[in-house]
């Protein structure tokens, strides 16, 4: 009997010292497949690491960002590692708010990183987040309502191609559109799509000097081209379709194109969930010959709160799920096809990758197309495609988003939605010390 | 005649009475019926006929843990509705039963809490959490959840005690009752209904709370609201699974709600027909 306490007290004393030396990182993340796959393969990382233990906080990507803004703001603590987008890195690392990467391993090789997406995520040539999944924008299309339409894609189309081949390709008795945009708003919905169409047309947010650019001529153009493309060749109720909703209605096979994120690509080719699977074709996002493709930048990255208490530990998770070594294992657990793409050039050097991801160039050369540095023709004093970096942008991209909203819902002209427009950016430019 | 019309109206009011519930019902029966349906069913527009597929309640179950959650919104809404309890019926009593010139104003100025937007007092209250260690702790969380409803659960009680005529309490005095006695054997039990429904609204909203429960914890505290945001999905159909999540999370208090209607009803109906 005292034999049997001795040892039942032995035993816990040692689960407890164990249990000491645990660290448990916590980790912010948004619910997407990538993620949720990461979540299942994460024994590779902690068999290797026993004394780190994982837990998981997965919030919708608003609340995500509400959550990590006001924990990393007022160094709450409660985060080890957070899941945030190119759009906050900029503006974080700049606040002090996100320790810089460096001990991110001997064998992590950090040049292996897609330069177009690395350098989003690097201040003063600090490397502020590890990237872990990222995508641009491109066309969608079908390619059999293309040959039926008498039209063969381009790799590289026009907006005019597009418009002609949507005006073409739409059959409403049939209840197909011939294109489905974004139209929802929200700086992360139709503003995201706008802004990157926006410079093909030649037009940006703000001139060097911060003054707003919605009254010049580029702006009124590239609004008009998209309410009246809409209009003869968009689905009803577009201003309230978002990525989601447009998905939907291309897997039922109730679009002829869709210009969105290229991670749609692999939900749209999965014969599980989409009717048109073996139909879809790829092509760059589209230009008007001004020398700049729509096409966007956006990569969901690791980064590291400077509140937290485990620095060194976090790094190390950062390090295992961007690394080459991850790749690997998502390949040999579920297939090359679910490996997260957009982040390593040796990815797409691989043959099985390319051969499993029949999209995989065109992910990449959209990729290696945008330039958040120069995004539009004219010079611009911001960095970002489809956003600016600066903190005003999501309150700004928001209200302009429900203006160009209405205006395609036809609640008001595109006059005065871009007059309106002028107005609300001007205010914040000047209240925010931009303007002045 | 006047049987007739007495039948008609009584067809009538029932045929309304069961309007207005399935209108109130309608959200919750239309989640359960999205919660039934593929990802592709979900998104495509209004239909009342599901494929009756339950992989979306195995796909919940298995990339989550449910039961975790769920504890944590048992314990939340229990300890905070005990500890509003606590509070409230001594300050609902004295407010009922020996007023002041002042009493109204305390009232008023409890409710004039409930008035401002829980957003606008997000970070003074994440700073202290954070200064006092609270944040992702049931401690913390059962204070925060007591104190939102602690207005609502006095009033609510306020309003039920005026309901008892003080002169059967004057009577018990007479009869030389104690404070206690008085409390005990003449004034709770009359009370009861009151508390019983009192205690299960604010169960309710305390399950219900997802504001804060949602911002001021990340794993170890966070109940069945956080377990539902869990689901929603920025790239990818998520409407089915997010529907299948809230109806796990909403089942026990429905199922609670459904066996204590008699009690909430009586409970809110109480003193109104005299």
């Known amino acids: 009997m005292n034999l049997k306490a001795i040892l039942l007290g032995a035993c816990s004393a040692a689960v407890l010292a164990g249990m000491a030396h645990a660290e448990t990182l916590t980790i912010a993340t948004v619910n997407n497949g990538d993620m949720v796959r990461m979540q299942k393969l994460t024994d590779d990382f902690t068999k290797a690491n026993p004394d780190i233990q994982l837990q998981w906080v997965t919030l919708e990507e608003n609340v995500l960002r509400e959550r990590v803004t006001t924990d990393v703001a007022t160094k709450g603590g409660q985060y080890d590692i957070m899941t945030i987008g190119t759009y906050e890195v900029p503006i974080w690392a700049k606040q002090g708010w996100l320790l810089p990467l460096d001990n991110l391993g001997a064998d992590y090789d950090v040049d292996d990183l897609l330069p177009a997406i690395r350098s989003g995520l690097t201040m003063d040539g600090k490397l502020y987040a590890a990237p872990f999944y990222g995508e641009s924008s491109m066309v969608m299309y079908r390619k059999d309502l293309m040959e039926k339409a008498g039209l063969k894609m381009p790799d590289a189309p026009t907006w005019d191609f597009i418009a002609d081949a949507a005006r073409k390709m739409t059959d409403r008795s049939a209840g197909i559109n011939g294109i489905c945009l974004r139209g929802k708003a929200g700086w992360g919905e139709n503003i995201a799509f706008l802004t990157a169409t926006s410079n093909a047309f030649g037009a940006r947010w703000f001139d060097e000097n911060w003054k707003p650019q919605f009254d010049q001529p580029e702006w009124k153009k590239t609004l008009d081209f998209y309410v009246q493309l809409m209009k003869d060749a968009g689905p009803p109720g577009a201003s309230s379709n978002g990525f989601n909703e447009n998905l939907a209605l291309f897997q039922q096979g109730k679009c002829g194109m869709w210009i969105d994120a290229t991670v749609a690509a692999s939900f749209v080719t999965d014969p599980k969930s989409s009717t048109v699977a073996d139909k879809v074709g790829f092509a760059l996002a589209p230009d008007t010959g001004l020398g700049k493709r729509g096409n966007w930048l956006w990569a969901w990255n690791l980064a590291i709160p400077a509140g937290t208490q485990k620095a060194a530990a976090a790094e190390k998770f950062v390090s295992w799920a961007t690394s080459k070594h991850y790749l690997d294992l998502v390949a040999e657990k579920e297939g090359w096809a679910n490996v997260p793409p957009g982040t390593r050039t040796s990815l797409y050097k691989n043959e099985n990758y390319l051969k499993a991801a029949p999209f995989a160039k065109m992910t990449l050369d959209s990729i290696n197309a945008a330039d958040p540095k120069n995004p539009s023709v004219k010079p611009v004093p911001y960095v970002g495609v489809q956003f600016v970096a600066i903190p005003e942008f999501q309150g700004l991209g928001t209200t302009v988003g429900q203006l160009f909203s209405a205006a395609l819902a036809g609640q008001m002209s595109v006059d005065d939605a871009l007059a309106q427009a002028q107005g609300v950016a001007s205010r914040e430019m000047q209240r925010g010390g931009y303007m002045k | ?274």
């Not at chain 2, 104690?178 to 054997?185: D, Q, R, S, V």
């Open chain 2, 1 to 274: 005649m006047a049987r007739a019309v007495s039948t008609r109206r009584k067809v009538v009011f029932t045929i309304l009475a069961w309007s207005v519930a399935l209108l109130l019902f309608f959200p919750i029966l239309y989640t359960v019926i999205t919660s039934v349906k593929t990802e592709g069913e979900a998104i495509s527009g209004f239909s009342l006929i599901p494929s009756f597929t339950f992989e979306n309640y195995v796909e919940v179950q298995t990339q989550r843990d449910y039961w975790r959650p769920f504890t944590n919104s048992v314990v939340l809404s229990l300890l905070s509705t005990f500890v509003a309890l606590v509070i409230a019926v001594p300050a609902a009593w004295a407010m009922a039963f020996s007023p002041t010139p002042r009493t109204k104003d305390i009232l008023m100025w409890m409710l004039s809490t409930k008035m401002m937007p829980a957003v606008a007092v997000l970070v003074p209250i994440y700073l202290l959490f954070r200064d006092w260690g609270l944040l992702d702790t049931r401690t913390g969380l059962t204070f925060m959840l007591t104190m939102i409803n602690l207005p609502i659960v006095v009033w609510m009680l306020y309003t039920y005690f005026r309901e008892i005529p003080g002169e059967i309490l004057e009577a018990a005095r007479m009869d030389g009752a104690t404070l206690w006695g008085e409390i005990a054997y003449v004034l709770t039990p009359m009370a009861i209904p009151g508390i019983a429904s009192t205690m299960l609204l604010n169960i309710i909203l305390a399950w219900n709370e997802s504001f804060w429960t949602i911002r001021l914890t990340t794993t170890n505290s966070a109940p069945l609201t956080a377990f539902i945001a869990s689901f929603s999905s920025p790239q990818g159909l998520f409407w089915a699974k997010l529907s299948a999540a809230s109806t796990l999370a909403i089942a026990p208090i429905l199922i609670m709600g459904w066996f204590s209607q008699k009690q909430l009803v009586r409970g809110l109906t109480f003193g109104a027909v005299k």
